[in-house]
């Protein structure tokens, strides 16, 4: 599994409900929100907000968390990231992440034979993944869109790229971080990938689960 797994992403919605968000699940409201819990403990927040501007759909995703030992702050990680949809086609990707100091950024853009992707490690540049091109089927691991199941995945922290392997066991009804339940689909990925991603009967973004240096749990604030 890969060591730096923590990602986000998103995509944009108006007042206005253009006709091509009908095509993506963008949340009614404009924003998808979660409590982020390790080992039981809340750590921080993980969240998406939309926006519209014609044809173009922005997300900017915003993950925020800190894990404590006896109340002493002991890891940070924040990462913000930006996608760009046109017509409903994913053209770009910029995020930035503070891991505990060290300071990361993942770029992709949309060309003719994929999507172009850079990757900067302030701290060590010569620890910048190299720059490559991503297949045409590529999506962010952002996880508010169900379509990134059905082919390859670009990480944003990492600026890896790997195709999706997953396994659907069944439908649960998970808490919420509201104190209700939702009912949602289990996605099992594996590979490069391990972990467990949720999504509801209109095929929003419901929980995610894994395991990395403790387990990670997602509840949805609705």
Known sequence: MERRLFIAGAAALGLARPAFADALPVPPGGRVAFKVFRNGAEVGTHDVTFSSDGDSLTGITNFNFIV????????????????????GVFQSLASKVNNNGTMLEVHAHKTAGGYDVTDINHNDPSKSY??????????????WNKAMLNG???????????????????????????????????????????????????????????????????????
Not at 74 to 85: D, G
Not at 130 to 143: K, V
């Open 68 to 87: 404590t030992i006896a109340s002493i702050p002991v890891y940070r990680y924040t990462l913000t990231a930006t996608e760009i949809w046109s017509g």
């Open 130 to 143: 190299p720059e490559y091109t991503a297949p045409p089927d590529t999506l962010p691991l952002s996880y």
């Open 152 to 222: 390859t995945v670009l990480n944003l922290d990492t600026a890896h790229s790997y195709p999706v392997i997953k396994t659907s066991p069944g439908w649960n009804s998970l808490p919420t971080a509201n104190g209700a339940n939702l009912v949602a689909q289990r996605f099992d990925l594996t590979g490069k990938l391990r972990l467990s991603v949720w999504y509801d009967q209109m095929n929003q973004w419901s929980g995610l689960q894994f395991s990395l240096h403790g387990n990670w749990n997602y509840e949805k604030i609705v």
